[in-house]
Structure formats: C-alpha cells, structure tokens
C-alpha cells in the first residue's frame, strides 16, 4: 500500500514558466513532508520541507503548499531553468523514519 | 568535508555470491539509513540506525544484514546475492531524530546480480 503517491510520472515545462510537482499521502500522522531532487548518477539532495501545522513554505524559486483537508502537497518552481530538470521525490516524516514517492521526472525545454 | 561517502559505485555479482557495501559519513551524524532504488519506484527503507550499536529493520530487510560498530560507518550486507536485489542503493544519513530534518545521501551503489 502505497502511502505516499506521486501519480505523474514525468511533467515538461517551457523554460520561465511555472513547474508544479504533485503529491499525495494516505496517513494522517505525517508530521513533516520534504522535496528532494536528484539528477543521474547521483544521490537525493534536500530540497524544500513543509511542516504539518503550516500550509506553506517559501525559499527562493521554490514553494510548497500543503492541503491537509485533501492529503495533498505541491511543489511550485517560478521561473523554471533548464538546471531544474530532475526527479524530484516528496517524502513523508513520521517520527525519525521516511516514506518516499516514486517521483516526478522534470524536464524543463529551454 | 565529504559528506556521506559509499563504495563501490558500482559491482556486478553472480547469484549466491556476498558483498558488503560501505557507507560512512563525516559529519558526526547519529541516524544512518540504507536504502534502495528500483526502476520506477521510491526509496524503500532496508535498515536504519539511530547511534553506534544500535540498529532496525526497515520495510523490506530480508537478505540484508547490517552493523553499527562506530559513529561514522554503517556498512550493509548482502550474504546469498539473488537477482531481486538488483537495485541501486543509497546511504544517507541525518545528526538527530527530530522530525522534518532532511537526510544528507550518498550518491549510490549500482548492484547487479546475474
């Protein structure tokens, strides 16, 4: 069962404009939820996190947004530069341990 | 500073065979977690430690052995290499168990199994 979806599994976007990654979660008791990019050949690097109690986060170029109510989050990226072509994985934190999605392949078109 | 470190980057073995795959870190950190990668899917735990001694099993520990003798290094076992564990495997690690702190990766072991 999976407890945290990303159901697209690749998104492409023209360069400068806006990239939204999606996720979903099944469980309640997630405290905190983390976006992490990778690129071939290497490992997760951490993006953004967002806490439970809060519904937004902001740092830079890149913005989440949690919708509890509809077990939901998002990843917004404006403008969005050919360097941001990655797989991006959401994450979910219940206590000390991490359940992944199967992430999102992002390509940005220059 | 090197971060999370793993060797090899890369190892073909043959069915029944054992490896172990290293992982160590630099930056004191006390939580240590072993993963894998197949294609198409997220990361699944395999094992994790909260501090030297001390370890777990995570969602799909079989065929896998783990130990945590020092801070830094937390090596994993593969005893009777079979084909499903063709996979890649991160190591990752983070300082405290607080929640919402991010894991620092390594940047992976390809493991095939023929």
């Known amino acids: 069962d999976q407890q945290v979806k990303q159901n697209s599994p690749s998104l492409s976007v023209q360069e400068g404009r806006i990239s939204i990654l999606n996720c979903d979660y099944t469980?309640?008791?997630?405290?905190?939820f983390l976006w992490y990019k990778k690129y071939p050949a290497e490992g997760p690097t951490f993006l953004i996190s967002?806490?439970?109690?809060?519904d937004k986060n902001e740092d830079g170029r890149f913005t989440v947004f949690l919708n509890k109510s509809a077990k939901h989050l998002s990843l917004h990226i404006v403008p969005s530069q050919p360097g941001d072509s990655a797989v991006y994985f959401c994450?979910?934190?219940?206590?000390?341990?991490?359940?992944f999605g199967t992430g999102t392949r992002l390509k940005v078109l220059a | 500073n090197a971060g999370v470190t793993q060797t090899p980057k890369f190892r073909i073995l043959k069915i029944g065979q054992s490896m172990t795959l290293q992982c160590a870190q630099d930056?004191?950190?006390?939580?240590m977690y072993w993963y894998r990668q197949d294609p198409g899917m997220g990361l699944k735990l395999i094992y994790y430690?909260?501090?030297?001694?001390?370890?777990d099993k995570g969602e799909v520990p079989n065929g896998y052995n783990v130990s945590r003798s020092t801070t830094e290094d937390f090596p994993l076992r593969l005893e009777l290499a079979a084909p499903s564990q063709t996979s890649v495997y991160f190591c990752?690690?983070?300082?405290?168990?607080?929640?919402?702190?991010?894991?620092?990766f390594g940047d992976g072991t390809r493991l095939s199994i023929l």
């Open positions: 994450a979910a934190s219940a206590t000390y341990k991490y359940i």
């Open positions: 469980n309640s008791m997630f405290d905190y």
């Open positions: 967002i806490s439970s109690i809060k």
């Open positions: 930056m004191n950190h006390n939580y």
């Open positions: 990752a690690s983070k300082m405290t168990g607080l929640d919402g702190q991010p894991q620092h």
């Open positions: 430690s909260v501090g030297a001694g001390i370890t």
